[in-house]
Nanobody
Framework: QVRLVESGGGLVQAGGSLRLSCAASGRTFSSYAMAWFRQAPGKEREFVTAIKWVGGDTYYADSVKGRFTISINKAKNTLYLQMNSLKPEDTAVYYC???????????????WGQGTQVTVSS
């Protein structure tokens, strides 16, 4: 079992920055990859970015490439998402996830956090 707890969401103006954190506990060694997804009101959950626990390979959705950066602090078992140049369309609940596959498919991730709200005003 892996427990994930996100933090760092909030309200920010367009062009601003936020850093989300996801603290992992439990059987974190069983995770192969971690990811961030987001869900805007009335829309399906969408992939944002993923990172391999070992090796650090990353993958980004085109919509965030060049603006968002995913990283892991293994000593703290914490996943981060640095979000720069935020746009109103980035407004969503952001979820971190953990799983055994490095994938953009949410079905590949077994464990999920409760989500943190990010709101970008224009």
């Amino acid at each position: 079992q892996v427990r994930l707890v996100e933090s760092g969401g909030g309200l920010v103006q367009a062009g601003g920055s936020l850093r989300l954190s996801c603290a992992a506990s439990g059987r974190t060694f069983s995770s192969y990859a971690m990811a961030w997804f987001r869900q805007a009101p009335g829309k399906e959950r969408e992939f944002v970015t993923a990172i391999k626990w070992v090796g650090g390979d990353t993958y980004y959705a085109d919509s965030v490439k060049g603006r968002f950066t995913i990283s892991i602090n293994k000593a703290k078992n914490t996943l981060y998402l640095q979000m720069n140049s935020l746009k109103p369309e980035d407004t969503a609940v952001y979820y971190c996830a953990s799983g055994s596959y490095f994938s953009e498919l949410d079905s590949r991730y077994y464990y999920w956090g409760q989500g943190t709200q990010v709101t970008v005003s224009s």
